[in-house]
């Protein structure tokens, strides 16, 4: 009976032993986001509402390729269910991986933006993980959407309802 009784012990410290996980959330890889962008007024509110005057089939990205060539980005005109507009590019995504690129958001033909946007891959354990930083041409982290799902960096527009920028 004493034996049984070690052997019983036994069997469950080794299971004890090789059933313990000491990461209880093992990582998971994570999947390069998209970059998303929306531009708002003043007001945060949304500049391309059902009801703007702004277009954002005028709306172009592009950045500055090694020859010093005006390259456009491909992006897509995404909708919130609220109905306001937000621009999404896996291309700025996937160039920024090798280090930061500056873009130019342009809204229509006077009024620009520029954004730095830098992705960094780490590989760090087992799992890969992205960090996102998004700029403007002072340095500032551009702000990131509350509420909205999906978040997206904010670029305010000074002058509201006002397309033309006058």
């Not at 340095?139 to 033309?164: H, K, R």
Request: hydrophobic share 35%; proline share 3%.
């Amino acid at each position: 009976m004493r034996k049984t009784n070690l052997l019983l012990i036994a069997l469950a410290c080794t299971f004890a032993f090789f059933s313990c996980n000491d990461d209880e959330n093992p990582c998971q890889d994570q999947t390069l986001n998209a970059f998303r962008v929306v531009a708002q007024d003043e007001a945060g509110e949304n500049i391309y509402s059902e009801d703007s005057e702004w277009d954002a089939d005028a709306v172009t990205i592009t950045y500055l390729d090694e020859e010093g060539e005006r390259v456009v980005v491909d992006f897509e005109v995404m909708e919130y269910t609220s109905g306001d507009i937000y621009f999404e590019s896996q291309e700025m995504s996937e160039l920024s991986l090798d280090g930061t690129i500056e873009f130019l958001v342009s809204l229509n033909e006077e009024l620009s933006y520029v954004v730095s946007y830098v992705v960094e891959r780490n590989t760090d354990g087992d799992c890969v993980a992205y960090e996102y930083e998004a700029t403007d041409e002072d340095g500032e982290n551009l702000g990131v959407t509350s509420g909205l799902n999906p978040g997206a960096y904010v670029l305010v527009v000074p002058v509201p309802g006002d397309p033309e920028g006058e």
